[in-house]
């Protein structure tokens, strides 16, 4: 299995890139790896050439470029490199920290939507922190598409299915449809049709409406929401979980010496709270629907993370999950058609 | 000033209601109370009937009530007769801890809409966890329409401000479009409308996209969203921050001694961070738009809500936002008229 790594993007790139793919390459003998970055920059980094190739790329997208026109102008990118590597058979999967635009468009121009799939999802994997059964579930669309039509939300839902099998190891994993409520008949004309579509196929254990309330309590095992709520529930999300730790950790600072005293003894509880929200260890956010594994992580990436999410592309490959999809809408064409019609 | 008061609605209703409405009449003494109710059951609670007039209702629209069919067939709930008495002008705000749908559906059938509203947005209050100025924002709308249409986020704009002038004593409150980035040109085709229409207007402090990422930093004064993305992302700070409360003290129980004893010594600071979570200091949730105050909060108040929600009421009668509102409307027939053409 071979990973297609743009050594350039992100804010830490390509020093922690070329250290977190060296750690990937020691944890699993059987991955190897295409590195695209400029040479001069990435080959004083790498100390182990052992399955990494340095691959030349001139040129960078940076993160201020436009996504769509610097994946089509500047074609000696790592980023275009790379995901043209994945299209041409040389690798199995494409992985950045780069511009999340710009991946996403390569990750659709040149990798490829899966036949049948109308839209790929942004696929992100966030904590259960209900005790003791700490788990993890996963969420899309996080923002491939603002404007998402109610048939893609049906669609991410087989996604999300096949991806929760593949990398969270779940048998038969609970799919809900983020909703203003838990009644059948909450929401808009569109969220009671997706709702309804849902219910009716027989293939998807579909557990009805979820609130967003109720989400980090595990209320489903995969989440599917249309890409402009998505995006605002997982940045409210991640937003109120950092202000509570930096509200705390002020609170403490600003407290007397018995405050600081007590924030010696509960280091080891704060440690595991950071560590149950710190959803970078389940990996990137992948764009599911295209014909291979397209991941992407934040742009303050660091090694152990692009480790992680090595890892994470394994779990994928090793599984076939993007061929179980390609086979599933295969046979699956009439269903679709019939979806596309009623829902639009 | 008058206020006419649903007794009988809330998980702790009447007791906590009624205790409640005394600590306001108590904290507040220009302030008049119609308490509707079930005499036999909130009688015995009245300690003291001064500047509260109990008035008999014989029905109570419950909890579960599908909210339109309640309204319109229990003409002597406690929430249609509070309702009924600020239509006829026996009372100037309506206030209720009961069934949300009912409540809302009574504000808008009965008080009734300013004209040249459209569609009322409910309006929550939610803290500004950034240290040391710390304050609070407001929201709109969170949940009063799953379906709203581009028009009624300007209009919503226009009623934060009144609000946020009124009840938070911003004089020229921060006004951001919760969006999917911060850039001008971000989310779908009606965001961007949204958005440029809101710059164009000269009378607002409009200061541009905004992310939930950001709201409790202080992104904005007054955020400005759709009633389903406002709803999830309302649901998502409230679920975020009890789930990490929650697995912090989960964490500290399940330490050792030293746990334990640094939880004692923290406690002040939980308690800090409790009550700047704690939003209903702030009162309850407002549909903004009508003609009169109609404010809800939680099912599960208690009589310190109960008494601060009074007193943000009293702040909305006092600067006489309604009215203002009404003028505003009466003002720019016009320019709604053309905005609602171009926008939908």
Redo the contacts between chains.
Sequence with gaps: MKIAVDAMGGDYAPAEIVKGIELARDAYPDLDFLLYGKPDQVQPLLHDTTRIELVPASEVIEMGDEPVRAVRRKKDSSIVLAATAVREGRADAFFSAGNTGAVLTAGLLIVGRIKGIDRPGLTTTLPV???PDQSSFVMLDV?AN??TKPFNVVQYAVMGQYYAQSVMHVANPRIGL?N?GTEAD????N?RAIHDALAQMDELNFVGNV???????GAADVVV?D???G???L??????????????K???M??GL??K??????K???H??QA??DYSQYGGAVLLGLKAPVVKTHGSTKAPTVKNTIGQIRELLKTNSAQQLVTYFDQHTDQMAELKATLK
């Design positions: 922190l209900r005790k923002g603002a404007d983020l203003n909450k929401g808009d004309q969220h609130e967003s309330r109720e989400l980090l309590n929401t890409g402009f709520t995006n605002a529930t940045k409210a999300i991640e937003g109120t979980a950092l202000s509570m730790l930096k509200l705390i002020g609170e403490i600003s407290g018995g405050g005293i007590g924030a010696g003894l509960l080891p509880v704060f595991n709270v149950a929200m």
